[in-house]
């Protein structure tokens, strides 16, 4: 059975407020893990323009730390390769002194994209095993999430699985997430037969209660948990594949709605409790 101490909030559970009260809201619903996002920041930075000595005092006195950074690189992009071994050597540097245990990467979204698979593969292959270097010499982890979406030049878990080990990056993991498995049509069958879960380092949850086929469902549709019933995904059905399996990490909250934006503090405490309430009771 989960407890408390399994749960991790995406800053997008109530991405409307200043860091700070994102910290002390986690702190309220009794969960101590914490995603932040590059994309997110009501400030010049996604600290909200704190100092890592400022934002640490805050880990401090709510008992409340970053499990994992979420960094907008597109992942197999190998254009301005120096542009982006700085960037993400600056992020990491970042990283340490705020105490955070991973870094996220996400591939290239591009309908465009004029790579074959094979292509596409080697270019992750080559930047994984460049920024496993950077980050595993920072002590640092890093996480990789397969994105669903028909244009994502990474879609499923087993070609993941594949890369990170062409490329030997035994310091990155990669994310479930039940919207892009569901976008990518991802089976039981498919996670039992084909997932190491030994490779997964991070489940992602979120909720659509619309009738939205796996081709409609974008990530505006994406709300906290609700029952199955009401799910398009079944979230609570997957979340329970993981549950059975010899997954043991975190399981962090990533509804993307940006009407979730607008809500107040007290709004989006309920609705974390209420999710954490329905995925433990599975």
Same mark, same amino acid.
């Given at each position: ?102 870094? $996220? *990467? ?9 790579? &074959?698979? =094979? !292509? ?6 080559? +930047? ?94 994406? $709300? *906290? ?9 079944? &979230?609570? =059905? !997957? ?6 399996? +010899? ?36």
């Amino acid at each position: 059975m989960l407890e408390l101490n399994d749960f991790c909030i995406n800053r997008c559970c109530a991405g409307g407020l200043k860091l700070s009260d994102f910290v002390k809201l986690a702190n309220e619903v009794g969960v101590h893990n914490i995603e932040l996002r590059t994309d997110i920041h009501k400030g010049s930075n996604f600290l909200d323009d704190l100092s890592s000595a400022e934002f640490n005092q805050l880990q401090r006195e709510y008992d409340v730390h970053v499990a994992n950074i979420s960094a907008e690189f597109n992942l197999d992009d190998r254009s301005h390769w120096n542009n982006k071994i700085q960037a993400v050597t600056e992020l990491v540097n970042l990283a340490q002194k705020i105490g955070a245990q991973h870094i $996220l *990467f996400t591939p290239i979204r591009n309908a465009h994209d004029i790579r &074959t698979d =094979d !292509q596409k593969f080697a270019d992750l292959v080559h +930047n994984i095993r460049t920024y496993s270097d950077i980050l595993g010499a920072a002590g640092i982890n890093g996480l990789v999430e397969p994105l669903g979406f028909g244009d994502s030049s990474l879609r499923f878990p087993w070609v993941a699985q594949q890369v990170l080990q062409e490329a030997d990056a035994k310091n990155f993991k990669l994310i479930a997430d039940t919207f892009h498995y569901y976008k990518a049509q991802v089976t039981k069958k498919d996670f039992d037969e084909k997932v190491d879960v030994s490779r997964v380092g991070l489940i992602h949850l979120s909720s659509i209660p619309t009738n939205k086929s796996p081709k409609e469902a974008d990530d505006a549709d994406r $709300l *906290f948990i609700c029952d199955n019933d009401e799910d398009i995904m079944k &979230t609570i =059905d !997957q979340t329970n594949w993981f549950k059975e399996s +010899n997954y043991f990490g975190l399981y962090s909250f990533e509804p993307c709605a940006p009407e979730i934006d607008q809500w107040s503090y007290d709004k989006c405490k309920q609705e974390i409790i209420s999710s954490i309430k329905k995925i433990i009771a599975g």
